[in-house]
């Protein structure tokens, strides 16, 4: 962004009445000027009301220690009364998944999906993605701009969903398709303009898995995610939309997210020479720099919470039936528990004090799988002292939920 | 001070002393026992110190949390005597508390 854009955001921030402010804009995150809005709401606001949000109105909490009391209260905040998003849906057209699920059910069916992302069993994935990487670095374009996002941080990220559904690996895109339309709000003059299209993409992908979970449960149980859900009593009586809710859970949480990891490493460590330097010097580091990636990118903005009985935050009171976002993008840059929030250092003290994987009962599943992913590819650009260099500004995408980018452009002239 | 035995997966030990008053998972992560990880910094709300009780102190360490027993409930490597780290406060009463690592933290 350029400096004149950098310094109107900062005084328009500064200038607008405080109960005007409404971070929800997704442009703010196209342009990358939502910063100046979140530090003025931590620094006079922190926990902040929104009356006429462009979603309705809701409760902003911007501060680490504020958003870990609503991560950690589901009893008062419940992901099920209106969904993880800022924005409503009507309850009826909702995909039902755990991540949007109060106990006991999402406790049932997190455990039946959490023994396929847990350590011992990603031991095995990991020759496999290892050899996957390799390829795909091995045969990227030398001496001429592509874009990063789609031949690294998208591809990288298919071939590993393909792994774990072990879905036909020719159609794998078809994941990529799915993930996007599936977190895609439809908006006028956009490809997808209305929610009736929206499902009827959705209900493609429904049909293309149910063929797959028909062919698995007459099989004896594989180790793939639709064999464990088909053949899990937890999971195999799901109707429909439950199970095509769960499936989109699992292609989009490890689709999106590990994806812009992906692309937002590159770009900070090409932002921060000295901190390439570091860990082109010391290797050893490459879980702490992961674990500083995940942080400084927070690849979900935020999570949104319903309130279902009065409650109080950071001093204010919060009442039943309101919306609650918590907005991790901004915890992560909350000074009074992360030193120099802003920056980015690759060697820091507690490298995995951060909000991105969410904290209690829903905290992310995938959180060690896509750490991995991440830890595998730096280990293999390292090796290869692969020399990246960014050619231009990243393109965001305009999403207040998914924080990420549609390219980057990068140019390997070793 | 009171002292905490830790036996990693792989069956190494560490023999740690910390002042009363600081919790299982600060112990093993200020003096750089692997296998705890310690995400949240003790607020109860990662799991990722999970560790497995030694029978014979089960009855000192006491009951788990009610949001303790929600985390511990999914996971997939819990058993009957399973607790996070940061939940058990040393004290004197404890001097000499067996816990055994899980192979990981999820
Ligand atoms: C850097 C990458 C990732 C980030 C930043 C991330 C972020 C998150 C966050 C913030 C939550 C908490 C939701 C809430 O509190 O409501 C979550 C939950 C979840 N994530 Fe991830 N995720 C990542 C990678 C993955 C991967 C690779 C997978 C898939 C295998 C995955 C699957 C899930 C699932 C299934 C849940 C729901 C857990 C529950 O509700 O109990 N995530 N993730
Ligand atoms: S350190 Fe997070 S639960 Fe114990």
Redesign the pocket.
Known sequence: MSTLAVNRAQYEAQAVPLDRIDVSDPKRFQDDTVWPYFERLRKEDPVHFCRDGMFGPYWSITKYRDIMAV?TNHKAFS?EAGG?IIVDRNVGERFP?????DPPK??E??KT??P??APANLANLEGLIRSRVCTILDSLPRQESFNWVDKVSIEL?TQ??AT?FDFPFEDRRLLTYWSDVATTFPQAGQPIDTWEKRDAILAECLAYFTRLWNERINKAPGSD?ISMLAHSPATRNMQPREFLG?LI??I????D??R??ITGGLWFMNQNPDQLQKLRNNPALIPSAVSEI?RY????AH???TAVQDAIVGGKRIREGDKVV?W?ISGNRDEEVIENANSFIIDRKNPRQH?????????????R???M??RILWEEILRRELDVKVTGEPVRVPSNFVHGYSSLSVRISA | MPKIHFLEFGGREHLIEVPAGTSVMQAAVDNNVPGIDGDCGGECACATCHVYVEPAWLEKTGERTVPEDELLN?ASTAQENSRLACQIRMDDALDGLRVRLPESQH
Not at chain 1, 252 to 255: P, W
Not at chain 1, 297 to 300: A, S
Not at chain 1, 359 to 364: A, E, K, L, Q
């Open positions: 991560d992901s993880i998944n755990f991540i949007a699920m999402h406790d069916q997190r999906v959490s396929i992302v990220t590993m969903l774990l995610l769960n859970l699992l989009v949480g490890g689709n997210t590990t812009n990891s995940i990118q927070t690849p979900l999570m949104r919470r918590m991790y909000l991105s994987f969410g904290f209690g009962i829903h905290r992310c599943v995938g959180n799988l896509a750490e992913q991440l | 999914f």
